[in-house]
């Protein structure tokens, strides 16, 4: 009898596990998300010329580099519309299925996939108008870059969450 209790408190355990849910990335209010439509060859092109304007170079920086580098960098967000991307805010009625993908989660099988991250949409979240957190995300890829919070990112967007919050930001509202 004590066998088939230590059996199945492991199997409750092992399944509470993989079940479990952490923390919130952020405590926010509202959301803004950029997005741009660029071809790769286009981005290619431009890194490769010699004399880049300012917007071309933080063009490149913000969709293919790292920029920005710390959640306090925040000069590059009004210069976004200047360099291509559309501004949306998204609706306080999506806040709460956004707020079940940014959060901390555990996964039974993580991916990754190795190609060249091209970040053609961004998030900014904010609380009483500050910025909090940023998320740029590349959909092709399924990659992220996230800033201003301080739980464990590192599975972000496994088990559907890229699929679900793809559809939240691009598909057409009616």
Do not use: W
């Amino acid at each position: 009898m004590n066998k088939s209790l230590f059996i199945i408190g492991i199997i409750l355990l092992t399944f509470s596990c993989s079940q479990k849910k952490g923390d919130y990335y952020f405590d926010f209010d509202q959301v803004d998300h950029y997005s741009i439509k660029i071809d790769e060859n286009e981005l290619f092109d431009l890194e490769e010329k010699k004399n880049l304007t300012q917007n071309q170079r933080l063009k490149i920086d913000i969709i293919v580099n790292d920029k920005p580098e710390k959640i306090s960098d925040t000069a590059f967000i009004p210069k976004l519309t200047k360099i291509g991307f559309t501004k949306n805010k998204v609706s306080e009625n999506e806040h709460a299925e956004l707020n079940e993908i940014f959060r901390e989660k555990s996964h039974d099988e993580v991916y990754a996939l190795a190609c060249v991250h091209v970040y053609r949409d961004i998030l900014i979240f904010k609380k009483s108008d500050s910025i909090i957190g940023i998320a740029k995300v590349c959909f092709d890829c399924l990659d992220s870059q996230i800033l201003g919070t301080d739980v464990n990112t590192m599975e972000f967007g496994q088990s559907g969450d890229y699929g679900k919050l793809n559809r939240l930001l691009n598909e057409k509202k009616l």
